[in-house]
């Protein structure tokens, strides 16, 4: 099912699998942002990554003993969620365990997605409540595509990436979706940009682990029309595209795909978030388009 929001100056539509955003769209210039989900280079939109992001070892973790399995950014993408609009311009998706999910992750938990349009803001929100007895162990992240060209008759490399406060970027390496230690300078201009090109994500993505900046922004020296994406508080980041795709992934991530050393132990997992019974963990990111 689908549900749409509206405000003056922007809409966006979501599904219930996934409680995934579909499209955001300008009604000032009936731009959309979004990236079109086309199936031939990656057919999602914007997933939420939990209750791990990234993949494991082996797609094994161990707790309490016991072995479980889960693939590459866990399950919630792919389940159906309860949707619940508030208003015009809010709505709040919700999903709990279930008998299925419990057999690869052994955790009462309720994830809320929640989106509110703000003028020409996009909030999207992830609120993890424990609803066990025991703590409760997840990551959770966001993996955003933008479309890029924004305006017909640009090109992919017509557009940047502006970064508020890095000059460099210090990449770590991916191999069979495990992180490597070892790092890869990516050198920004005096102005903090990353001249967009599709060999950039050839081979992965760029995996950012001590990023200093808290917005990023898409532009063009061409084309008034981009946006910024405002994160605070996610130790980890993201950035890929599919090999010639038209778009980018900005990812804020609170938790990591396993190291190549891991020992698999979801308790040591890096960038693990460890909640107590009863309390209840938010954070948000947000994208302002013009």
Request: glycine share 6%; with cysteine.
């Given at each position: 099912?689908?549900?749409?929001?509206?405000?003056?100056?922007?809409?966006?539509?979501?599904?219930?699998?996934?409680?995934?955003?579909?499209?955001?769209?300008?009604?000032?210039?009936?731009?959309?942002?979004?990236?079109?989900?086309?199936?031939?280079?990656?057919?999602?939109?914007?997933?939420?990554?939990?209750?791990?992001?990234?993949?494991?070892?082996?797609?094994?973790?161990?707790?309490?003993?016991?072995?479980?399995h889960?693939?590459?950014?866990?399950?919630?993408?792919?389940?159906?969620?309860?949707?619940?609009?508030?208003?015009?311009?809010?709505?709040?998706?919700?999903?709990?365990?279930?008998?299925?999910?419990?057999?690869?992750?052994?955790?009462?938990?309720?994830?809320?997605?929640?989106y509110?349009?703000?003028k020409?803001?996009?909030?999207?929100?992830?609120?993890?409540?424990?609803?066990g007895?025991?703590?409760?162990?997840?990551?959770?992240?966001?993996?955003?595509?933008?479309?890029?060209?924004?305006?017909?008759?640009?090109?992919?490399?017509?557009?940047?990436?502006?970064?508020?406060?890095?000059?460099?970027?210090?990449?770590?390496?991916?191999?069979?979706?495990?992180?490597?230690?070892?790092?890869?300078?990516?050198?920004?201009?005096?102005?903090?940009?990353?001249?967009?090109?599709?060999?950039?994500?050839?081979?992965?993505?760029?995996?950012?682990?001590?990023?200093?900046?808290?917005?990023?922004?898409?532009k063009?020296?061409?084309?008034?029309?981009?946006?910024?994406?405002?994160?605070?508080?996610?130790?980890?980041?993201?950035?890929?595209?599919?090999?010639?795709?038209?778009?980018?992934?900005?990812?804020?991530?609170?938790?990591?795909?396993?190291?190549?050393?891991?020992?698999?132990?979801?308790?040591?997992?890096?960038?693990?978030?460890?909640?107590?019974?009863?309390?209840?963990?938010?954070?948000?990111?947000?994208?302002?388009?013009?």
């Amino acid at each position: 099912m689908i549900i749409s929001l509206e405000n003056p100056q922007i809409s966006a539509s979501f599904s219930t699998k996934g409680g995934e955003l579909q499209a955001l769209e300008s009604k000032q210039s009936n731009l959309k942002y979004l990236w079109n989900g086309d199936s031939n280079f990656w057919g999602k939109f914007s997933p939420v990554l939990f209750p791990i992001v990234g993949g494991l070892k082996e797609d094994t973790y161990f707790f309490d003993h016991q072995t479980y399995h889960l693939p590459r950014h866990g399950f919630a993408r792919d389940r159906a969620f309860e949707a619940h609009k508030i208003a015009d311009d809010e709505v709040l998706f919700l999903l709990k365990e279930d008998t299925e999910s419990l057999k690869v992750y052994p955790f009462n938990f309720q994830l809320g997605l929640r989106y509110q349009l703000i003028k020409n803001t996009l909030r999207c929100s992830y609120e993890v409540l424990n609803t066990g007895a025991k703590d409760l162990w997840f990551s959770i992240g966001g993996h955003p595509a933008f479309s890029v060209p924004l305006k017909p008759g640009l090109k992919y490399d017509d557009y940047y990436l502006e970064f508020n406060q890095d000059k460099q970027l210090n990449v770590h390496q991916v191999t069979n979706n495990l992180i490597e230690e070892a790092t890869a300078v990516i050198a920004l201009t005096t102005e903090g940009k990353l001249p967009l090109n599709h060999q950039l994500f050839y081979q992965d993505a760029l995996v950012l682990k001590d990023l200093k900046s808290n917005k990023i922004s898409l532009k063009s020296d061409k084309d008034s029309h981009g946006f910024d994406f405002h994160f605070e508080a996610f130790p980890f980041f993201g950035i890929w595209a599919a090999k010639d795709a038209d778009f980018v992934c900005l990812e804020p991530w609170c938790g990591i795909a396993d190291g190549v050393h891991h020992d698999q132990e979801l308790r040591n997992k890096e960038g693990i978030i460890n909640l107590a019974p009863g309390k209840e963990w938010s954070q948000y990111w947000e994208v302002t388009i013009y």
